[in-house]
């Protein structure tokens, strides 16, 4: 498996404040190539099943609720080390807790709608992308 790839999602709260192209735009300046890009809306269903690891837990049927109400925007990024290098610019789940500078930061609102998701592993931008990407969408 490649390592130089991450999936990333700009969620609903962040394209309802119409802040995709300052996320991209941030996305661009470090570094990052875009390889597919997709705007979509999450069906129930789809985000159950994206989210299932969070199954049971308080904050599941709120997230779920979160993640169906408006459109999203599904990417998968390269860089080098491209998963840590992710998680490091879009910072702690808590934009109270982000360091200054990063995404999360910046424009989320609140820990629910932190602005966007990037996978935590290599494995899980594999298993993330295939719900919005097949190979021949990949630039």
């Known amino acids: 498996m490649e390592s130089n790839i991450?999936?990333?999602?700009?969620?609903?709260?962040?394209m309802s404040?119409?802040?995709l192209g300052n996320i991209i735009s941030v996305i661009l300046d470090n570094g990052f190539t875009i390889k597919g890009?997709?705007?979509?809306?999450?069906?129930?269903?789809?985000?159950?099943?994206?989210y299932a690891?969070?199954?049971g837990l308080p904050f599941f049927e709120p997230l779920i609720?979160?993640?169906?109400?408006?459109?999203?925007?599904?990417?998968?990024?390269?860089?080098e080390n491209a998963v840590a290098e992710f998680r490091h610019l879009i910072g702690?789940?808590?934009p109270d807790k982000a360091e200054?500078?990063?995404i999360r930061r910046m424009y989320a609102k609140s820990t629910r709608e932190n602005a966007v998701h990037g996978s935590d592993s290599i494995e899980n931008v594999y298993r993330e992308m295939a719900f919005f990407f097949t190979p021949q969408d990949l630039v």
């Not at 999936?7 to 962040?14: E, L, Y």
């Not at 609720?65 to 860089?79: C, D, H, I, Q, Y």
Request: net charge positive; aromatic share 6%.
């Open 92 to 94: 702690s789940t808590d």
């Open 100 to 102: 200054p500078g990063t």
């Open 53 to 55: 690891v969070h199954r």
């Open 65 to 79: 609720e979160f993640m169906t109400s408006g459109p999203v925007v599904a990417m998968v990024l390269e860089k």
């Open 6 to 14: 991450t999936f990333a999602m700009v969620k609903p709260g962040a």
């Open 17 to 19: 404040r119409n802040l």
């Open 37 to 50: 890009l997709k705007l979509t809306k999450m069906s129930l269903e789809l985000a159950t099943q994206f």
